[in-house]
């Protein structure tokens, strides 16, 4: 156990649907971080937030959204949903500010199929 | 922006050794990592590289040269348990976040 969590671990939809993913980071992290990982493609950075704040932005998609909450739990709200959307969703946490590795640690990942 | 690159895939022998190479082009770094995963599981932290230099753990063992742009991630010993992808990240300075290569997905033969 990592000590983030995600939750769904699986979830089946149909297009145009839409769904959340919810991730809780390791005690003490304040730095919450969303990927996906389509099959057999690399891990694709879709946003970051500190502390509440959203802090960095990747290829995120305009239908796509998420949000850190007072008590550091994220959401990734994922709408009009497509086929191309199915993937692995992985939310990773870090410490702050901390020097050296600063290492990301990642959650079990919500597998999303739409159908 | 980034750019990363490392090998699709290699193959290698129970008890051997194998380098996986990254070569990476970033405008800001800050830190390469290596990363393990296997299939449908979640990535797990193996090394960290800031400076110049051989970083050995293990088995494992991880080289960087920033003004090339290069590491290699070193696996001696191999055993099967080690057939995974192995994922290349460079760290933005700015933000924390990681930007990953396509990763390696290495399969270890008895």
């Known amino acids: 156990d990592s000590g983030v969590t995600q939750t769904p671990k699986h979830l089946i939809t149909a297009t145009g649907q839409r769904v959340t993913l919810r991730c809780s980071p390791r005690?003490?992290?304040?730095?919450v971080y969303w990927y996906q990982q389509s099959l057999d493609q690399g891990l694709q950075f879709l946003i970051q937030?500190?502390?509440?704040?959203?802090?960095a932005k990747g290829n995120i998609l305009e239908r796509f959204s998420a949000q850190q909450f007072p008590d550091l739990h994220s959401e990734l709200n994922l709408s009009s949903l497509e086929l191309g959307d199915s993937a692995l969703y992985f939310c990773?946490?870090?410490?702050?500010?901390?020097?050296?590795?600063?290492?990301?640690?990642f959650g079990a990942g919500s597998r999303l199929t739409v159908l | 922006g980034q750019n990363i690159d490392q090998p699709t895939e290699m193959t290698a022998t129970e008890g051997a050794i194998v380098q996986i190479n990254c070569t990476y082009q970033?405008?800001?770094?800050?830190?390469l990592f290596w990363y393990q995963q296997h299939a449908g599981e979640a990535p797990t932290f193996l090394s960290y590289?800031?400076?110049?230099g051989l970083e050995e753990k293990g088995r494992f063992s991880s080289f960087l040269s920033r003004s090339k742009g290069y590491s290699y991630l070193l696996l001696k010993e191999l055993q099967m348990k080690d057939s995974a992808s192995y994922l290349c990240?460079?760290?933005?300075?700015?933000?924390?976040?990681?930007?990953f290569g396509t990763g390696t997905r290495l399969q270890v033969f008895p």
């Open positions: 005690s003490g992290d304040l730095s």
């Open positions: 990773a946490s870090s410490a702050p500010g901390v020097a050296g590795a600063n290492v990301l640690t």
């Open positions: 990240a460079v760290r933005d300075r700015d933000t924390d976040k990681l930007i």
């Open positions: 937030y500190y502390n509440g704040e959203e802090r």
């Open positions: 970033t405008s800001g770094f800050n830190g």
């Open positions: 590289n800031v400076l110049d």
